[in-house]
């Protein structure tokens, strides 16, 4: 059995590219194709929203070899600084700081973007950069509602850009090689998917109406996002917990688990989306739920439910697929394969891989390092990464119609053909959102 994973995962590799979306050569005219990478050329990187996740983006991309981040981006001049200091800590060149990543796009020599901004800016940055021919490697989810997931979409194919969503399971050896065997019915056909992550967030209060800092530029973070007034409850990380700018723990974490849930059903757009759950941990300005349930129906006729506890549990995350033989346990530690009276028949732990990193990787090779790896890739060698766009806005726009389900208090019916909300005006007026005059998002 062993020797069988080494095969698979030798065939497979971290560059393959995604099944069923065909090759995305053709896309490139003459003139696109000439800034294609070779094999051995430095791809010149920016770094845009560098507080926290894209510090340490930053930490996996300096360990990847003929790669350059020539660009740090923040509106806050404090983290500028520090992941300026995360680079040279490294015996690198020093990155120039930048507040307004508008205006490193103009630099031709610029040739890729790591987008980790909050939510409300992922697809209006991915445009721009596209727009401007970068490549882009964006953090989930790809967009704040679903039509900036299609738009997304539209700029990476108008502008033949690679675009990699931050679902960094997709390029996990645990993943590809569970789902794998799913695949090669080790459990029979699979009909259920299940899906958790909990967590013991605290309160965060009710904010107060206080002078913006003078480190932050807070009319350039919120952007495209009609404007708010400063709050001391908000930045850096609690704009998760608004609907204005954030998109819940139902995005935020959910994201992931739903990505490997439609991977191992084999499934694409729903049929009908259901979601309970409420804002039950405290009593605060937290607006999105601490405590939600979302329940799918997809057109192969499986199922899958996707449950998430913010404020309740120790931090636990996984799926679970159940199929006619028995069911599959896919924690970050491996996988298990269970009978139909729950007895383990087979355990696959992690360091018991068959797995090699790819030659680009020169540390251990952890999950942000490895889908980083197959971007680097991808964007050398010209082919879909594992995490194309089109996958990830597929599997962002499941957790997006559960929030709407949530939030109008009904169950969604959907065109199984692509994922649109049938004869629900009101659920459909969520699809997008109103943007701040002169930021609407244009492909």
């Given at each position: 059995m062993k020797n069988s994973r080494r095969d698979f995962l030798k065939k497979a590799g971290l560059g393959s590219a995604a099944l069923g979306l065909g090759g995305i050569t053709q896309g490139f005219g003459a003139g696109s194709y000439s800034r294609i990478m070779g094999a051995n050329n430095r791809i010149r990187i920016a770094h845009i929203g560098v507080n926290s996740r894209g510090d340490e983006l930053a930490k996996k991309i300096i360990n990847q070899k003929n790669t350059e981040i020539i660009y740090i981006c923040d509106v806050d001049e404090r983290a500028i600084a520090k992941t300026v200091s995360t680079v040279t800590s490294a015996n690198l060149p020093a990155p120039k700081g930048e507040k307004d990543f508008r205006n490193i796009l103009k630099d031709k020599t610029l040739d890729a973007v790591v987008i980790a901004m909050p939510d409300h800016w992922h697809a209006p940055a991915t445009i721009l950069a596209c727009q401007a021919g970068k490549h882009v490697y964006c953090e989930k989810p790809l967009g704040h509602n679903p039509n900036e997931g299609e738009l997304s979409i539209q700029a990476a194919r108008k502008y033949n850009r690679i675009v990699q969503l931050g679902t960094q399971k997709r390029s996990s050896p645990i993943e590809m090689e569970a789902i794998h065997e799913l695949h090669n019915g080790v459990i029979g056909r699979v009909y259920f998917g299940k899906a958790w992550y909990n967590r013991a967030r605290t309160s965060i209060g009710?904010?107060?109406?206080?002078?913006?800092?003078?480190?932050?530029?807070?009319?350039?973070?919120?952007?495209?996002?009609?404007?708010?007034?400063?709050?001391?409850?908000?930045?850096?990380?609690?704009?998760?917990?608004?609907?204005?700018?954030?998109?819940?723990?139902?995005?935020?974490?959910?994201?992931?688990?739903?990505?490997?849930?439609?991977w191992g059903l084999g499934a694409d757009f729903p049929v009908r989306v259901s979601s309970l759950g409420g804002r039950y941990a405290f009593k605060d300005d937290w607006e999105t739920p601490d405590t939600q349930v979302i329940s799918y129906d997809f057109p192969n006729n499986t199922s899958a439910v996707w449950q998430g506890f913010s404020c309740n549990g120790k931090y636990e995350v996984g799926t679970l697929f159940y199929g006619?033989?028995?069911?599959?346990?896919?924690?970050?530690?491996?996988?298990?394969?269970?009978?139909?009276?729950?007895?383990?028949?087979?355990?696959?732990?992690?360091?018991?891989?068959?797995?090699?990193?790819?030659?680009?990787?020169?540390?251990?090779?952890?999950?942000?390092?490895?889908?980083?790896?197959?971007?680097?890739?991808?964007?050398?060698?010209?082919?879909?990464?594992?995490?194309?766009?089109?996958?990830?806005?597929?599997s962002t726009l499941l957790v997006q119609l559960g929030n709407?389900?949530?939030?109008?208090?009904?169950?969604?019916?959907?065109?199984?053909?692509?994922?649109?909300?049938?004869?629900?005006?009101?659920?459909?007026?969520?699809?997008?959102?109103?943007?701040?005059?002169?930021?609407?998002?244009i492909v």
């Open positions: 009710f904010g107060k109406e206080v002078p913006v800092p003078e480190w932050l530029d807070f009319d350039l973070w919120q952007g495209p996002a009609p404007r708010r007034t400063f709050k001391d409850n908000l930045i850096h990380y609690n704009w998760h917990w608004f609907w204005h700018w954030g998109t819940g723990e139902a995005l935020n974490n959910g994201t992931h688990e739903m990505d490997v849930i439609r006619e033989k028995g069911c599959m346990d896919i924690k970050e530690d491996g996988y298990s394969i269970l009978d139909q009276e729950g007895k383990i028949v087979k355990q696959v732990k992690k360091d018991e891989l068959s797995f090699a990193a790819p030659t680009t990787v020169t540390s251990s090779p952890m999950l942000d390092e490895l889908h980083v790896a197959n971007f680097l890739e991808s964007v050398r060698n010209n082919k879909l990464p594992n995490a194309d766009v089109e996958i990830g806005h597929r709407i389900s949530y939030r109008v208090g009904r169950t969604l019916n959907i065109d199984p053909k692509n994922g649109h909300i049938l004869g629900d005006p009101e659920a459909q007026r969520l699809w997008s959102r109103d943007y701040e005059k002169g930021w609407e998002p």
